[in-house]
């Protein structure tokens, strides 16, 4: 294999590498990250570097590439330091080494399986509730701000899933301020100390909540998810009150986001294709199998467009091979899960939204590495059959129900913890 590998890197060509102007031109135009990517990618192909002053990144949106980074060489291409770590610490997402792979393996078996099955009755509790006050909506002929909406059932369900209690108004208010951190990381100063100071008085609600939750745990007042983790703690001293705080906020930020995020997606892509939810109903009677994976494709084709984590930084700690490239030891990259999914060469009419390419035979790609919303290899995402499940199962109980009728619909995305539309998305449900 060393012989093998040593032979690869003496035949491997240099990167391809964008135009130093290029990349000039759109920091001195002030555009978004995403800009920049897309042009390299569309003009130097699924890998290919840039430099962002000295330092050289590298993108990865080929297929193969993609596969050959997250999933076969993850030794090879770490992650180092996450950009949610000021919100969620030491928590399973951004944790490495040794470290990481203890909590995965606590967390892993809560997420799969019979582990899964726990948690359903949660996760339909959080459904039914959100479909009764939108009943009310109905009546009473109030609008709502579907994306709201969205974060808040999520968060429901993930905090019902720690604590085994439905999310009351003051708790709900308190874990807004997970949301507010989530979105600024991207804007907050690069020095640590400054970036805390500016979110200080958010983290120090959530800590509060945290805590609060922790205690009762302890004291048997509640259960489901966090008791796991305070149980681990009287079993193996890592398990710090610090490290259970964090892997609490990790689990109630990557919960709820994402599948907020998601929902929200979906919603406003049926306002602007309502056949798509039209043929999801009459896929099957309800309850059937048939109308479950109808309604399952309507999430996957958004993930599609609108993949959960919409890019994935990664560092080569040692020099490597890369779909016949070289790549050096101590280079960044940036896999885009954005990018592929939109690769003209892999998806026909990339930005067209079209559940079928999950429901017909043959109409999406095979390769892994081309479709990869969550995640791909062992740091794919914990939560990826949590996420799916409760998506399709508020979606079984709203689609049939009620339509909302957008007053607007956001103009502009931001790129940021995930793809978000940006404004509000206020709407009124007829049935």
């Not at 897309?38 to 699924?46: F, Q």
């Not at 109630?252 to 599948?259: D, I, V």
């Not at 689609?399 to 103009?411: C, D, E, G, S």
Request: hydrophobic share 40%.
């Amino acid at each position: 294999m060393e012989i093998r590998a040593e032979a690869e890197a003496a035949s491997a060509a240099p990167l391809p590498e964008a135009d130093p102007a290029l990349v000039e031109r759109w920091g001195a135009g002030g555009g978004a990250l995403v800009d920049l990517l897309t042009e390299v990618r569309g003009r130097y192909g699924g890998v290919a570097a840039f430099r962002l002053g000295p330092a050289r990144t590298v993108l990865v949106t080929e297929p193969h590439a993609v596969q050959h980074v997250l999933a076969r060489r993850p030794e090879v291409y770490v992650k180092r330091s996450h950009r949610a770590r000021l919100l969620v610490g030491d928590g399973v997402l951004s944790a490495t080494g040794p470290a990481w792979k203890r909590q995965r393996r606590l967390l892993q078996h809560q997420f799969t399986g019979p582990g899964m099955r726990r948690h359903e009755r949660r996760i339909e509790e959080a459904a039914r509730c959100t479909a009764e006050r939108w009943e009310a909506y109905a009546r009473s002929g109030e609008p709502l701000d579907v994306g709201r909406e969205m974060h808040r059932f999520a968060l429901d369900t993930i905090w019902r899933t720690l604590t085994g209690r439905p999310l009351d108004e003051d708790t709900e208010h308190e874990l807004n301020a997970v949301q507010a951190v989530a979105e600024v990381l991207p804007t907050l100063p690069a020095d640590t100390g400054d970036a805390r100071e500016a979110v200080a008085d958010e983290l120090a609600r959530i800590d509060a909540v945290a805590h609060r939750a922790m205690a009762e745990a302890r004291a048997g007042e509640t259960g489901d998810l966090l008791r796991v983790l305070t149980d681990a703690a009287e079993e193996h001293p890592e398990y710090t009150d610090q490290l259970v705080r964090d892997e609490l906020v990790t689990l109630l930020a990557a919960g709820h986001e994402t599948t907020a995020t998601t929902l929200t997606w979906l919603y406003l892509l049926l306002d602007r294709h309502p056949e798509a939810r039209e043929q999801a109903l009459a896929a099957g009677p309800e309850g059937s199998p048939e109308r479950r994976k109808a309604i399952q494709a309507l999430v996957q084709e958004t993930l599609r467009l609108y993949p959960s984590a919409w890019i994935l930084p990664r560092h080569a700690a040692e020099s490597d091979t890369l779909a016949g490239y070289a790549v050096e030891a101590g280079a960044d990259l940036l896999v885009c899960p954005y990018l592929t999914h939109r690769d003209p060469a892999l998806w026909p009419d990339p930005e067209r939204f079209d559940p079928g390419r999950f429901r017909t035979p043959d109409a999406r790609p095979a390769h892994p590495g081309a479709y990869y919303p969550f995640g791909l290899g062992p740091r794919a995402c914990l939560g990826t059959q949590f996420a799916l499940r409760e998506s399709t199962s508020l979606l079984e109980r709203l689609l049939p129900a009620h339509t909302p009728a957008f007053h607007a619909t956001p103009t502009t995305t931001s790129f940021g913890f995930t793809v978000r539309p940006k404004g509000p998305t206020e709407a009124t449900l007829s049935r």
